[in-house]
């Protein structure tokens, strides 16, 4: 269902109740970090370091994701057994219903990127005003 196939009016209940969808969307991965994150993590469990690094994000903020994104059930945290201590994060099988997001995110990332790139941007831009 696409919401602009189903909204005829702003007051439409289909319209609230997409838009709604969508907002809760947002509220559970939305961000700068969280789609980074679960992406990284597609490719197996990884430790906080190695998250911190491949991310490029400080440890402050990486922990503040990691605990919202455990939260909503979307990866897990392990403590392992070592010394020192070190803790690894792995996506949960409820994650996976993300997929489809994140493909096309990056579907669309890609397309955008090749456009800027060409500089086709301001083109597309002028002929819809």
């Known amino acids: 269902m ?11 209940e289909a319209c609230i ?3 709604l969808a969508i907002q809760d969307t947002l509220d559970m991965v ?12 597609r490719d197996g469990k990884k430790r906080f370091r190695e998250l911190t690094r491949e991310a490029g994000i400080s440890p402050r903020i990486l922990s503040k994701e990691l ?8 990866v897990t945290r392990t403590v ?3 010394k020192p201590v070190s803790v690894e994060y792995a996506l ?5 219903s993300l ?6 995110l990056h579907k669309w990332g890609v397309q955008h990127r090749e456009k800027v790139i060409q500089g086709n941007i301001h083109e597309s831009n002028a002929q819809t005003v």
């Open 67 to 74: 605990q919202e994104l455990e939260m909503n059930g979307l």
């Open 80 to 82: 392992c057994d070592t």
């Open 17 to 19: 109740k997409a838009r």
């Open 2 to 12: 696409h919401t602009r196939d189903t909204c005829d009016k702003a007051t439409d």
């Open 92 to 96: 949960t099988p409820y994650s996976e």
């Open 99 to 104: 997929s489809d997001v994140i493909d096309a």
């Open 30 to 41: 939305g961000g700068k970090w969280k789609l980074i994150l679960i992406s990284i993590l």
